[in-house]
């Protein structure tokens, strides 16, 4: 089994001046984990997921609660560092993306792709056909096919 009998083909992607924020709207829309990132080309520069935009910043409840702060003081009475923190979820995703990103082609063994997974301690990995993104397998989809092979 290769990386093109169990990859997920309906990829969602974001380019590198996608601000932090739309980024996880993205993700929580789709409901996925991570996106890859795309130049204006198609190229793949970067992967970004959930855990890189949540270990940058406080929790998700913390952020809410400094966006609501600021609105309310309108800029005024807040720490700079403070207000620095919160409209960091407006810089581009391109200063928390994870690049180089390991890819894998569409021939790769789902074996080979379960054990590059695990070195490189990610979980999951863009299929690349020619330079372009055409699929991504994650854990999940590695899953999925064991049970599968175990079905038969």
Known sequence: MQARDVMTTAVVSVTPD???RQVASVLRDN??????????????VGIVS???LIDRNA????????????MLAEGRGLSPTFLDLVRSTDQPVRQVMVAPVQTVSEATPVEDIAQ???QH??????????GRVVGI????????????RQSS
């Open 31 to 44: 409901k996925i984990s991570a996106v890859p990132v795309l130049d204006k080309t198609g190229a793949l």
């Open 137 to 148: 397998v994650s854990r999940a989809d590695l899953l999925r096919a064991l049970v599968a």
């Open 59 to 70: 929790s998700e409840r913390e952020r809410r609660r400094e966006w609501w702060l600021e």
């Open 50 to 52: 959930e855990g890189d």
């Open 116 to 118: 590059l997974l695990q």
């Open 121 to 130: 301690r990610i979980k999951r990995v863009p299929v690349v056909r020619d």
């Open 18 to 20: 996608t601000s932090v």
